[in-house]
């Protein structure tokens, strides 16, 4: 297993701009496709973004396409979701998931993924 460390979130304006980190421990972090998820109260947890293990394939849920960018820092064991043009609609728990180190490609079920972070709150006003 993958130990996984969210960072970043806060309370922010409509229309601001949050960069949420997750921190990977261990040796596997580069062996594995990584997903961004999020919870909002009452609501079921739903797809944000996904990138693969080698990094050149990504992929977003429709909302957040053209605001949100996922990326990954080999080097610092480290995944992105620079989120912009933040609506109150994105307010909720963030998640970062790491799938198994056998799949080169990221998924959008939460299912496929195995190690999960603690979360991180995200709150945007309008």
């Known amino acids: 297993q993958v130990q996984l460390v969210e960072s970043g979130g806060g309370l922010v304006q409509a229309g601001g701009s949050l960069r949420l980190s997750c921190a990977a421990s261990?040796?596997?972090?580069?062996?594995?496709?990584m997903g961004w998820f999020r919870q909002a109260p009452g609501k079921e947890r739903e797809f944000v973004a996904a990138?693969?293990?080698?990094?050149?394939?990504?992929v977003y849920r429709d909302s957040v396409k053209g605001r949100f960018t996922i990326s990954r820092d080999y080097s610092k064991n480290t995944v992105f979701l620079q989120m912009n043009s933040l609506k109150p609609d994105d307010s909720a728990v963030y998640y970062c998931?790491?799938?198994?180190?056998?799949?080169?490609?990221?998924?959008?079920?939460?299912?496929?993924?195995?190690?999960w972070g603690q979360g991180t709150q995200v709150t945007v006003s309008s």
């Open positions: 990138i693969s293990k080698s990094g050149s394939s990504t």
């Open positions: 998931a790491a799938r198994p180190p056998m799949y080169a490609v990221s998924s959008q079920r939460g299912e496929e993924y195995s190690s």
């Open positions: 261990g040796r596997t972090f580069s062996n594995r496709a």
